[in-house]
Nanobody
Framework: QVQLVESGGGLVQAGGSLRLSCAASGRTFSSYAMAWFRQAPGKDHEFVAAISRSGGGIYYADSVKGRFTASRDNAKNTVYLQMNSLKPEDTAVYYC?????????????????????WGQGTQVTVSS
């Protein structure tokens, strides 16, 4: 089992930056692909980014490509989301998730229902 705790959210002006962190418990962190999702009020979970177990494979949603960067440090059991050039439409609760996938593909890793473990979320608010 994996427990996930996000941090780093906050209030930022449009054009600003934030870095989210997700710390995982347990010794099997490197066995899981990790992802970031977000949920705005009244909307479903939206895929943001997924990163493979080694960190060598990364997928991004088109809406964040070129602005957000996902990374992980398996020695620290932590995954990160660097968010630059933030826009008001990026406002949401951001969640990290862990999933055990037989293969790292877009079809699998962009779907929220494929992830077994979730953090509690961290609020990101971007003002215009």
């Amino acid at each position: 089992q994996v427990q996930l705790v996000e941090s780093g959210g906050g209030l930022v002006q449009a054009g600003g930056s934030l870095r989210l962190s997700c710390a995982a418990s347990g010794r099997t962190f490197s066995s899981y692909a990790m992802a970031w999702f977000r949920q705005a009020p009244g909307k479903d979970h939206e895929f943001v980014a997924a990163i493979s177990r080694s960190g060598g494979g990364i997928y991004y949603a088109d809406s964040v490509k070129g602005r957000f960067t996902a990374s992980r440090d398996n020695a620290k059991n932590t995954v990160y989301l660097q968010m630059n050039s933030l826009k008001p439409e990026d406002t949401a609760v951001y969640y990290c998730a862990a999933g055990g996938f037989s293969e790292f593909t877009v079809a699998l890793t962009t779907r929220s229902n494929k992830y077994a473990y979730w953090g509690q979320g961290t609020q990101v608010t971007v003002s215009s």
